[in-house]
Structures are given as structure tokens and as C-alpha cells.
């Protein structure tokens, strides 16, 4: 289940698809372009009010823009508009099916068995920590874009490993760490078609001196569909995984559940990948190194009471629906969507979560076929 990889690349994998490795706490956003009308423009006016009490800027309207698009239906006979009731959606989409492995509950699955050796590799002691929060800069920020907008090509670092074809523009998309964040870091771009239901991540994105645009790596992805990357092919996430799926945001929890697993870092994996990954980043070979696209919960036992609503909320996720390994980053770093209704004290506060509260579990018998992320029905039965 490896595939071949340099050291060069895993260096990068490192650095684009954690947010830790030299990015400042894990992501962000800034960057504008506007440009709405009718009834999202008065959306956007009543969310930059509501969020942005101070002079708002033209990233402000980005992303205000890009969550009321995000809460909306999205564009009427949206390719893959489903019932709301079933799985993750986001303007209007389905953030892969409700059968897709990332949408389906593992608080009765079995303990892996090699979920102690994972866990004292990991850190036992060390804390739960949310790399994400209030602030534009801290998390990665979601785009919400429509079908016209300009496609152009984009020079990647491993095109080999990326998909091919013209790209959204990133011109005005909001970029993880601003910006003005070190070209170095991991910028990653997240582009939502709300009238294709198409994803697009970017990893390493900077604008050349030519006005032409140079990233790590990219990949377009059809969120209505259960289809993986090819085997051996990373992404902007080292485990071969989009990032999209594994964003906690703040709307799910205020609407008071989270339905899927959530993305995770931790410094030292294993050099092996399980489903659904599709790659791996390191060189170790000790099987009680975790190996990419290895899910976690935390444990059924663990008293929750004592945290606020909304981190009970992200809490009972974490019981119910897990968090998969997708890259090499800080330990237990769990990654989410910037917002400024995020309470940074209160997410502070899941910092008393520790290493030693989680546990692997075992999906083995959860696959249907090795290029689709469909939970096989007859193994949850």
C-alpha cells in the first residue's frame, strides 16, 4: 500500500498540507474581489455588519460573500443538490455522498489494534489542539465561486501528481495565511463551484512577477462522487485526501452537529497509506507509527460536560464521526475554517483533551473498492 516518493517531496508534503510546518499557527485567509448582486449583495452587507463591526475591507466582503453563498441552496438544479438532512453540504452541494467513508460513524467500530503503540508515538500527554479560530489568518479559508468564473493554467511544483487543465482563478479567493504570508508557507487556495458542486485545492500558491500563477500541487474534485485520487498520487494533503471534508466550520457547529470525520496532523507518521488515503509521507518503517488515512475518536467514556454548547458540539463529532491522519504537522492539531464568530477563549479550552483520550480504530472491512470512498453497505449491517 506505498508508493514511490522522494525526500524532496516529502519535505513539501510537510509543508502544504498541515499548516504547521511554516505556517503561522495553520492558516488563513485575505485577499478580495467582489462583485454580487441583488439579493448575496444585501446577504453580504448584513453579514459584514454582523461580523465585521470595524471598517471592513475587500477580504471581508470575500468572505462574507463566500458564506452567505456557503448557507444558501446554491444555484437552483445544482449538479448534486441533495436533502440537507443527509451528509455535509455546502452551497447547495453535498461534501461527497452520505455514503462516503468521511460521512459515516465509527463510534462502533473496533479498536484498531495497534491503537496503543499509535497513540504513545503521538503523544499521550500532549493536547487537542484546534489550529484554527477568530482570526483571518488562523485556519484555512473556503471560497464559494460560480461557473463562470475565469479558468486559467497553473504551473505545479509535481504536476505529475496533479490534475491537469485550467484552474479557477485565485485572483481574489481568500488564501490560508493572507496574502502577504510567506511564500514558503502552506497558502493553500479551497474553491467551491456552487453551481458544479466541483471542488479545487491548491497548495503553495503565488502569483510570479508575469502575472502568471506557480503552486505545489492541485486537484479538481467532483463532490457528488465517492471517487479517490489514483494510488500513489498525494494531493494538497500528504495522505493523497482533500481537505474540504475534514474543515470543521463554524455554521455546522452552530447548527448543532458536525457529520463528518475532521482533518488531523501529527509530526512522525508511518511510511504506508490505508484507505481512503492514497500516499504516504515519511521514511519510517515501525508499524507503531500511525500510517496515513488512519481515523481516530475520542473515547466513548471521555465526560464532555463540563465544556460549553459548542465545543460539546465539536466533541460528540470527534466521538461519532472521528478525525483521519492527513498529514505530517503538529501534534493532535485538528484544522478548521476561520470565522469570526469562533470564541478563541472557549476553543482554548479543548486544549485539556489529551492524546491518551483518542483511539484508532479498525475500518478495514469498511471498503468497497479500492478507488471509491463508499462505505460497503453490507459492512455496516
Same mark, same amino acid.
Given at each position: 500500500? @506505498?508508493?514511490?516518493?522522494?525526500?524532496?517531496?516529502?519535505?513539501?508534503?510537510?509543508?502544504?498540507?498541515?499548516? !504547521?510546518?511554516?505556517?503561522?499557527?495553520?492558516?488563513?485567509?485575505?485577499?478580495?474581489?467582489?462583485?454580487?448582486?441583488?439579493?448575496?449583495?444585501?446577504?453580504?452587507?448584513?453579514?459584514?455588519?454582523?461580523?465585521?463591526?470595524?471598517?471592513?475591507?475587500?477580504?471581508?466582503?470575500?468572505? *462574507?460573500?463566500?458564506?452567505?453563498?456557503? &448557507?444558501?441552496?446554491?444555484?437552483?438544479?445544482?449538479?448534486?443538490?441533495?436533502?440537507?438532512?443527509?451528509?455535509?453540504?455546502?452551497?447547495? @452541494?453535498?461534501?461527497?455522498? *452520505?455514503?462516503?467513508?468521511?460521512?459515516?460513524?465509527?463510534?462502533?467500530?473496533?479498536?484498531?489494534?495497534?491503537?496503543?503503540?499509535?497513540?504513545?508515538?503521538?503523544?499521550?500527554?500532549?493536547? /487537542?489542539?484546534?489550529?484554527?479560530?477568530? %482570526?483571518? +489568518?488562523?485556519?484555512?479559508?473556503?471560497?464559494?465561486?460560480?461557473?463562470?468564473?475565469?479558468?486559467?493554467?497553473?504551473?505545479?511544483?509535481?504536476?505529475?501528481?496533479?490534475?491537469? =487543465?485550467?484552474?479557477?482563478?485565485? +485572483?481574489?479567493?481568500?488564501?490560508?495565511?493572507?496574502?502577504?504570508?510567506?511564500?514558503?508557507?502552506?497558502?493553500?487556495?479551497?474553491?467551491?463551484?456552487?453551481?458544479? @458542486? $466541483?471542488?479545487?485545492?491548491?497548495?503553495?500558491?503565488?502569483?510570479?512577477?508575469?502575472?502568471?500563477?506557480?503552486?505545489?500541487?492541485?486537484?479538481?474534485?467532483?463532490?457528488?462522487?465517492?471517487?479517490?485520487?489514483? %494510488?500513489?498520487?498525494?494531493? !494538497?494533503?500528504? *495522505?493523497? $485526501?482533500?481537505?474540504?471534508?475534514?474543515? /470543521?466550520?463554524?455554521?455546522?457547529?452552530? *447548527?448543532?452537529?458536525?457529520?463528518?470525520?475532521?482533518?488531523?496532523?501529527?509530526?512522525?507518521?508511518?511510511?504506508?497509506?490505508?484507505?481512503?488515503?492514497?500516499?504516504?509521507?515519511?521514511?519510517?518503517?515501525?508499524?507503531?507509527?500511525?500510517? $496515513?488515512?488512519?481515523?481516530?475518536?475520542?473515547?466513548?467514556?471521555?465526560?464532555?460536560?463540563?465544556?460549553?454548547?459548542?465545543?460539546?458540539?465539536? &466533541?460528540?463529532? /470527534?466521538?461519532?464521526?472521528?478525525?483521519?491522519?492527513?498529514?505530517?504537522?503538529?501534534?493532535?492539531?485538528?484544522?478548521?475554517?476561520?470565522?469570526?464568530?469562533?470564541?478563541?477563549?472557549?476553543?482554548?479550552? /479543548?486544549?485539556?483533551?489529551? =492524546?491518551?483520550?483518542?483511539?484508532?480504530?479498525? +475500518?478495514?472491512?469498511?471498503?468497497?473498492?479500492?478507488?471509491?470512498?463508499?462505505?460497503?453497505?453490507?459492512?455496516?449491517?
Amino acid at each position: 500500500m @506505498c508508493s514511490k516518493r522522494t525526500e524532496a517531496r516529502a519535505s513539501y508534503d510537510g509543508a502544504i498540507g498541515g499548516g !504547521t510546518f511554516f505556517s503561522r499557527g495553520g492558516g488563513s485567509m485575505q485577499a478580495g474581489k467582489k462583485k454580487l448582486a441583488g439579493a448575496v449583495l444585501f446577504a453580504i452587507a448584513v453579514s459584514v455588519m454582523v461580523w465585521h463591526p470595524k471598517e471592513s475591507t475587500e477580504s471581508d466582503a470575500v468572505m *462574507a460573500a463566500s458564506k452567505a453563498a456557503a &448557507l444558501g441552496p446554491g444555484m437552483q438544479n445544482a449538479a448534486g443538490a441533495a436533502d440537507s438532512s443527509a451528509g455535509p453540504h455546502i452551497a447547495g @452541494c453535498p461534501v461527497f455522498p *452520505a455514503d462516503n467513508v468521511w460521512n459515516t460513524p465509527i463510534d462502533t467500530l473496533k479498536k484498531d489494534k495497534r491503537s496503543d503503540d499509535y497513540i504513545q508515538r503521538m503523544g499521550p500527554a500532549l493536547s /487537542l489542539h484546534p489550529n484554527f479560530g477568530s %482570526e483571518p +489568518e488562523n485556519g484555512i479559508p473556503i471560497t464559494i465561486i460560480k461557473p463562470n468564473r475565469p479558468r486559467i493554467p497553473i504551473t505545479f511544483m509535481y504536476g505529475d501528481e496533479s490534475d491537469p =487543465g485550467h484552474y479557477p482563478t485565485p +485572483e481574489g479567493a481568500l488564501v490560508e495565511g493572507g496574502w502577504n504570508s510567506p511564500a514558503d508557507s502552506d497558502r493553500h487556495v479551497i474553491m467551491v463551484d456552487e453551481g458544479r @458542486c $466541483m471542488l479545487t485545492e491548491i497548495g503553495n500558491v503565488v502569483k510570479q512577477k508575469d502575472g502568471s500563477w506557480a503552486g505545489g500541487a492541485g486537484i479538481k474534485v467532483d463532490l457528488t462522487s465517492n471517487a479517490l485520487r489514483p %494510488e500513489g498520487k498525494t494531493s !494538497t494533503d500528504a *495522505a493523497g $485526501m482533500a481537505i474540504l471534508p475534514g474543515l /470543521l466550520r463554524y455554521d455546522e457547529v452552530a *447548527a448543532g452537529e458536525v457529520k463528518h470525520a475532521i482533518r488531523f496532523t501529527t509530526p512522525k507518521t508511518q511510511r504506508a497509506f490505508i484507505w481512503p488515503a492514497r500516499h504516504f509521507a515519511s521514511r519510517i518503517t515501525d508499524p507503531s507509527y500511525p500510517p $496515513m488515512g488512519q481515523r481516530f475518536r475520542l473515547r466513548a467514556d471521555y465526560d464532555i460536560s463540563k465544556f460549553s454548547k459548542e465545543n460539546q458540539v465539536i &466533541l460528540k463529532g /470527534l466521538k461519532k464521526y472521528g478525525m483521519f491522519l492527513a498529514d505530517n504537522g503538529g501534534p493532535w492539531f485538528i484544522i478548521g475554517e476561520p470565522d469570526k464568530r469562533w470564541s478563541d477563549g472557549d476553543l482554548n479550552k /479543548l486544549k485539556t483533551v489529551k =492524546g491518551e483520550d483518542f483511539e484508532a480504530v479498525d +475500518e478495514s472491512d469498511w471498503q468497497m473498492h479500492a478507488d471509491s470512498g463508499r462505505v460497503d453497505p453490507v459492512s455496516l449491517h
